[in-house]
T-cell receptor, first 117, second 111 residues
Framework: DTGVSQNPRHKITKRGQNVTFRCDPISEHNRLYWYRQTLGQGPEFLTYFQNEAQLEKSRLLSDRFSAERPKGSFSTLEIQRTEQGDSAMYLC???????????????FGPGTRLTVL | GEDVEQSLFLSVREGDSSVINCTYTDSSSTYLYWYKQEPGAGLQLLTYIFSNMDMKQDQRLTVLLNKKDKHLSLRIADTQTGDSAIYFCAEGYSSASKIIFGSGTRLSIRP
């Protein structure tokens, strides 16, 4: 499988709990992105990495959210003290960039659907 | 600022052409994309066009870009039931940073 994979595909949690999602990008891609999609909306950018470095964070990414990409391969997105408003599809994408310029478009994974009760 | 807008719904008869329209505000975008999302599925890249192009054709898909008016359209010829989905217009940058998406147009097909 050469696509972007995400785990778990579905997560149901109670308000106040912490959750962690994982994304495995396409193996040769050096950039990894996180987006959030709520019902009836398009995906909204959260953050992205080049290798291990987190290059940009959206103002949507509150203090309860943290993303890491420790070895420049897979990434995790953690949400602490979840709220009902965090319920959404969390999408990961990856791409290849060189010298700060895109060599290819972003390829998206299937997403992790989070439901906070 | 960065904003992408699209109409929410489009209904066409099977076999007709579908035209989905989009406007964007950021003239510095380098790429304009069309993504397709079927119920419960992820995002599928349909096609994209560089901002210095006017048109791109790929089988049943034709993308038209009017950079002056910041207007992008996607035409699907001979629309089939399998084309039922939500179509997202999006803009991206040569820096390979974030992609800005519209809210999506839900395409439904009438028999």
């Amino acid at each position: 499988d050469t696509g972007v994979s995400q785990n778990p595909r579905h997560k149901i949690t109670k308000r106040g709990q912490n959750v962690t999602f994982r994304c495995d990008p396409i193996s040769e891609h050096n950039r990894l992105y996180w987006y959030r999609q709520t019902l009836g909306q398009g995906p909204e950018f959260l953050t992205y990495f080049q290798n291990e470095a987190q290059l940009e964070k959206s103002r949507l990414l509150s203090d309860r959210f943290s993303a890491e990409r420790p070895k420049g391969s897979f990434s995790t997105l953690e949400i602490q003290r979840t709220e009902q408003g965090d319920s959404a599809m969390y999408l990961c994408a990856s791409s290849l960039a060189l010298g700060g310029r895109a060599l290819d478009t972003q390829y998206f994974g299937p997403g992790t659907r989070l439901t906070v009760l | 600022g960065e904003d992408v807008e699209q109409s929410l719904f489009l209904s066409v008869r099977e076999g007709d052409s579908s035209v989905i329209n989009c406007t964007y505000t950021d003239s510095s975008s380098t790429y304009l994309y069309w993504y397709k999302q079927e119920p419960g599925a992820g995002l599928q890249l349909l096609t994209y066009i560089f901002s210095n192009m006017d048109m791109k054709q790929d089988q049943r898909l034709t993308v038209l870009l009017n950079k002056k008016d910041k207007h992008l359209s996607l035409r699907i010829a001979d629309t089939q039931t399998g084309d039922s989905a939500i179509y997202f217009c999006a803009e991206g940058y040569s820096s390979a940073s974030k992609i800005i998406f519209g809210s999506g147009t839900r395409l439904s097909i009438r028999p």
